[in-house]
């Protein structure tokens, strides 16, 4: 099935085709589609970025008054639903290619169908859409610029050698800018936005080392197909190794106190590994990856704590 036919146009061989064993027994419970719904939020990227949104805005202001601890949770929720609606719209877009890559997400193994998880994101987009016109006229339009990335991502960009990736980082990087952005000041988390930004650019690099076969398939052009698979992974190596030799500059502009370095070290050891592992397992590098990712989104909110008591 051609990625260009209009949503419509699918529906029908999309239910036909796709007979799981579940759906032979009897479809799909209320629970299971409800599970697969949850699913395809990705829900611990959804929250993450969230609290990336947090992070930004917790490193531009002092302490909160009643308006800016509202526009925190406002980001926050934003963030959150933003980042729900792109991941469900990925899936309605990628359900081809993830009958290859990835055959147990939800709409593949029939737990949720094709019509439904467009609708889904599209009702998750309008929630961000809402909260998001609350907030000051930067995270507006910040917000804005976003949700046109997460909707022309699968169609426009991600075929497209590094620049799929590229966007993806800039989307996490932005959650730190746009949390900024809330309350006032987005200059503070300028920096963690590129550190972030640059862990996981190299992320979605190794991914694509992993999805190459079913992206091959799909005729897809990104980094890993048309380099090469080593020569795209010294790309990620790349990209990794700027963001842990710039991971001290948070403390040294003053921004973070030396808590942040007690635990941003082991998180650059874990990411400096992931990025070693990936040249055998890009599987396991990637996931290796993710945590140490977290580890460092956890040394940001320590070295921030650590400047303010």
């Known amino acids: 099935m051609s990625s260009e036919e209009p949503p419509g146009d699918d529906w029908g061989r999309d239910n036909r085709s796709f007979l799981t064993p579940a759906r032979k027994r009897g479809g799909m419970s209320g629970a299971e589609r409800l599970r697969g719904l949850v699913e395809m939020t ?3 990227n959804a929250v993450a970025a969230g609290v990336l949104a947090f992070i930004g805005a917790f490193v531009a202001v002092d302490g909160w008054s009643a308006d800016e601890a509202t526009a925190t949770a ?15 719209i990925n899936d309605y877009f990628d359900r081809d290619i993830d009958r290859i890559n990835d055959p147990d997400r939800p709409i593949p ?15 998750l987009f309008g929630g961000a859409v809402a909260l998001a016109v609350l907030l000051p006229p930067l995270a507006l339009a910040i917000a804005g610029v976003n949700l046109v990335a997460l909707v022309t991502y699968t169609k426009l960009f991600k075929g497209t050698p590094g620049l799929g990736n590229a966007l993806v980082a800039y989307l996490v990087g932005s959650a730190l800018v746009f949390g ?30 992993e999805d190459v076969a079913g992206d091959r398939e799909e005729g897809l052009t990104t980094l890993p197909v048309v380099v090469g698979e080593r020569r795209a ?17 948070p403390y040294l502009r003053g921004t973070f106190g030396v808590a942040y370095l007690a635990v941003v070290v082991p998180a650059d050891a874990v990411m400096c590994y992931a990025g070693y592992r990936s040249f055998g397992d890009a599987t396991a590098g990637q996931s290796l990856l993710k945590y140490g990712m977290f580890l460092a989104v956890a040394a940001f909110i320590a070295g921030r704590v650590a400047v303010l008591v």
């Open 180 to 209: 900024g952005a809330a309350v006032g000041s987005a200059t503070e988390s300028l920096v963690l936005a590129a550190l972030a930004a640059l862990s996981n650019f190299a992320r979605e690099v190794i991914k694509d080392v």
């Open 109 to 123: 193994r029939g737990a949720v169908s094709p019509r439904l998880a467009l609708w889904f994101s599209l009702a």
């Open 233 to 249: 992974l010294a790309v990620a190596a790349a990209a990794l190794g700027i963001a842990v030799v710039a991971s001290p500059v």
């Open 42 to 44: 990705r829900p611990a």
């Open 74 to 88: 406002l980001a926050s929720a934003t963030t959150i639903l933003a980042t729900g609606a792109g991941m469900a």
